[in-house]
C-alpha cells in the first residue's frame, strides 16, 4: 500500500525506492522495471498502468511473477581459463582478442559466449547482453576477471566496484622511461571531442570524471638504437583507484608513455634499434602490451578478503624476456 509520504510520487521512482531488495534479487534494471510495468507484470489496484502515473495514498502496488529473461545470445564453446569458482562466483584469466560482450565488430567469440555454455543458468543473472558481468576489460586486455553466478553476489561484487573497494593491479609495457620510480596520475577522463571512440583528459568534451591511476616502475630496458642514441622499455605496475573507459591507455599515453601496441592511444619511436627482432617484437605486438595481474575483492558470503592472479601472458612474457636478453644493462 502507498503510504502518504508516497503521494504524487511516480510509480517508476516508488519502486526504485521502495522495492530495492526484490529488484536486486531479480537483477532489474530501470529498464527493465519499465517493461515489466508495460507488460502489466507490475500493476496497481490490480490493473496495468504506465511507469509514469502519479500514486496516491490508497493505491496498492503489486508486483507480479516475473517472466525468464529472453535472450538473443548464443552459446559457444569457447575455452575458458578459469582461476577460482565457487557457489556464488568465478575468476577468470580473460584471454587477449576476447571481447567482454558482444558488439558491434564482435558478435561471436565473446566471454559471455563462453559463460552461457559453461553456465547456462548465468542467462537469468544481471542485464540482458551481460549475463553475470560485474565489471569489464577492453578486448585486447588479458587477465583477472570476476563473473556473478548469483543475482546476490552480482549486487554485492558490482557494489564494491562502485565503492572502490575492490584493489586492482595491472602491467604494461611502455616506450620510454618515465620520470621517477612512481607516482599517481590524476587527470579526470572524459569522451574525446573529435575521435568518439577514444577518451581523453587532454582535449575531452566538458563533462569529464574523476580518474586517478597510482603507478610505479618494475623494470627499464636500456636498448641501443643508432650510434647516437638510447631508446627505453618500462615495465610498469599500475594500480587504477577509478575504473573509467580506457583510464590506464590514456593516463599513460598523455603522460607521454603510451603502451606498446596500442592501436588507439599509441605512438612510437622511429625504427632505429640496431636489434631487428626488438624492432619486429615491439612494432609488431598485435595488442596493447597491458595485463590485469591482481585483483582483490571481499567475498560476498563471507565478507573475507581474497586476492587472484594471473600470470602474464605468454606474447607479453616474451617480449619481457627479450628484452632482459639485450638490454644494455
Not at 534479487?25 to 496495468?48: E, F, W
Not at 502496488?61 to 569457447?78: D, F, H, N, Q, S
Not at 556464488?88 to 552461457?116: E, Q
Request: glycine share 6%.
Amino acid at each position: 500500500m502507498v503510504g502518504e509520504k508516497a503521494s504524487g510520487m511516480r510509480l517508476d521512482v516508488f519502486l526504485s525506492q521502495n522495492l530495492a531488495e526484490e529488484l536486486k534479487r531479480y537483477g532489474l534494471t530501470r529498464s527493465r522495471m519499465q517493461k515489466l510495468i508495460k507488460d502489466g507484470v507490475i500493476t496497481v489496484n490490480g490493473a496495468p498502468t504506465r511507469s509514469s502515473r502519479r500514486l496516491k495514498p490508497s493505491d496498492s502496488v503489486e508486483l507480479g511473477r516475473i517472466p525468464k529473461l529472453e535472450t538473443k545470445l548464443r552459446a559457444e564453446a569457447v575455452l575458458l581459463d578459469i582461476i577460482h569458482e565457487d557457489r556464488d562466483f568465478l575468476v577468470i584469466n580473460k584471454a587477449p582478442g576476447m571481447a567482454v560482450h558482444p558488439a558491434a565488430g564482435s558478435v561471436t567469440g565473446t566471454l559471455v559466449n563462453a559463460l552461457l555454455h559453461h553456465y547456462p543458468e548465468l542467462k537469468e543473472i544481471g542485464t540482458e547482453g551481460r549475463p553475470g558481468i560485474v565489471h569489464r576489460l577492453d578486448k585486447d586486455t588479458s587477465g583477472v576477471m570476476v563473473v556473478a553466478k548469483n543475482h546476490r553476489s552480482l549486487q554485492l561484487l558490482a557494489q564494491q566496484f562502485k565503492d572502490r573497494t575492490v584493489h586492482k593491479e595491472y602491467l604494461a609495457l611502455v616506450w620510454g622511461k618515465l620520470k621517477g620510480d612512481s607516482g599517481i596520475i590524476d587527470r579526470p577522463i572524459g569522451r574525446h571531442r573529435s575521435q568518439r571512440k577514444k577518451m581523453s583528459s587532454r582535449f575531452a568534451y566538458s563533462k569529464t570524471r574523476e580518474a586517478l591511476t597510482e603507478w610505479n616502475v618494475e623494470k627499464c630496458f636500456e636498448l641501443k638504437a643508432d650510434s647516437r642514441s638510447i631508446r627505453w622499455v618500462s615495465l610498469c605496475r599500475l594500480r587504477p583507484k577509478t575504473g573509467r573507459t580506457h583510464q590506464i591507455r590514456v593516463h599513460l599515453a598523455e603522460l607521454g608513455h603510451p603502451v606498446i601496441g596500442d592501436k588507439l592511444y599509441g605512438g612510437r619511436p622511429k625504427a632505429d634499434f640496431k636489434n631487428r627482432n626488438i624492432i619486429s617484437l615491439l612494432y609488431d605486438f598485435p595488442r596493447q602490451a597491458l595485463h590485469a595481474e591482481r585483483l582483490e575483492i571481499s567475498h560476498p558470503t563471507t565478507g573475507r578478503r581474497i586476492e587472484f592472479k594471473a600470470a602474464l601472458y605468454n606474447d607479453i612474457h616474451e617480449v619481457v624476456k627479450e628484452l632482459e636478453t639485450v638490454s644494455c644493462k
